[in-house]
Nanobody
Framework: QVQLVESGGGLVQAGGSLRLSCAAS????????MGWFRQAPGKEREFVAT????????RYLDSVKGRFTIYRDNAKNTVYLQMNSLRPEDTAVYFC???????????????????WGQGTQVTVSS
């Protein structure tokens, strides 16, 4: 059974930092894209960042460029999201996702991702 387990969420003041982790088990995703999405109350889930299998390509939501960094450790089957200069509008549940298709692509659409974590809450106070 494939599982993605996020950790690292919490409450932080504006301007602070958090690092989210997502550990995968049940299969390896070392040849697959992995990504992060978020969903704020009353809003649709939105793409945040994605990374291809060998970290040679990344994509970001415009509003997080320069503040968030996605990276991965294939030996640990884990993807991370380093979030700096956090803003109240970053408050959301953050979800890790893994694409079941091997390749060089970096999809930003949620439908491209087959596997999802349960989410971790990030709250940024002003």
């Amino acid at each position: 059974q494939v599982q993605l387990v996020e950790s690292g969420g919490g409450l932080v003041q504006a301007g602070g930092s958090l690092r989210l982790s997502c550990a995968a088990s049940g299969r390896t995703f070392s040849s697959n894209p992995m990504g992060w999405f978020r969903q704020a109350p009353g809003k649709e889930r939105e793409f945040v960042a994605t990374i291809n299998w060998n970290s040679s390509s990344r994509r970001y939501l415009d509003s997080v460029k320069g503040r968030f960094t996605i990276y991965r450790d294939n030996a640990k089957n884990t993807v991370y999201l380093q979030m700096n200069s956090l803003r109240p509008e970053d408050t959301a549940v953050y979800f890790c996702a893994a694409d079941g298709t091997v390749g060089w692509h970096v999809p930003d659409q949620s439908v491209a991702y087959e596997y999802w974590g349960q989410g971790t809450q990030v709250t940024v106070s002003s």
